[in-house]
């Protein structure tokens, strides 16, 4: 017989479980009537549209992201203020930077996208964020990169411009840049390759 595991009700990984759980028990709200609020924490996106490589998303029975991320408030890395989470506006305005990016994507429309959110402290954010991408690895964060970007600013262009605007083409700073290493073919066939799987 194997030798039963020890439960530790307070190992990290455990803890990091409950705030997945929080966020996916969170109410669905349309990403194009997001209303302004304080606070810090991890969202998830979810897409519901027709363009059509990103069918399976739409058509599951089983809601799963298309994108997962975090907005930590400013000054987390100088550790000034505890009370930053709570105080901080940058989970809303991360949400209004990725509504304005889909929005100048010229195959996406805005009210394709639903949003969870959990509000938590900062010692939470990053573990929670890691998990939820863990269990469903969400495809623009691990096939259609780059979705996060944001304008790198002048002088800056050399690096090459991201898949997620190769295949969304419209963000007027991704222009700037040199060109992606695959073409929007290219990506197609990886979002295929990634549901089969």
């Known amino acids: 017989m194997k030798k039963p595991k020890v439960f ?3 190992d990290k990984v455990v803890l990091g479980e409950t705030v997945v759980e929080a966020l996916l028990a969170a109410p669905s709200i349309p990403l194009e009537s997001v209303e302004k609020f304080r606070g810090a924490g991890i969202y998830a996106l979810y897409y519901s549209g027709s363009f059509k490589p990103y069918k ?6 089983t809601p799963t992201p298309i994108y997962v991320g975090k907005a930590v408030p400013k000054g987390k890395r100088k550790g000034i203020d505890l009370e930053a989470s709570r105080k901080t506006e940058a989970l809303f305005k991360r949400l209004i930077e990725h509504a304005k990016s889909i929005e100048a994507a010229q195959n996406l429309s805005l009210s394709d996208f639903s949003c969870q959110i959990i509000l938590v402290d900062e010692i939470w954010i990053g573990l929670g964020e890691s998990l939820v991408i863990q269990r469903f690895k969400p495809l ?9 970007n944001h304008d790198p600013g002048n002088g800056r262009y050399k690096g ?6 190769e295949f969304h083409s419209g963000r007027a700073w991704a222009k700037k840049c040199q060109p992606p290493k695959l073409n929007a ?7 295929q390759d990634y549901f089969e799987a």
């Open 8 to 10: 530790n009700p307070l």
């Open 56 to 61: 399976p998303l739409a058509d599951s029975d």
């Open 140 to 148: 623009w964060n691990t096939v259609v990169e780059g979705f996060g």
């Open 160 to 165: 090459k411009c991201p898949l997620w605007d």
């Open 185 to 191: 073919g290219q990506i197609k066939d990886l979002v």
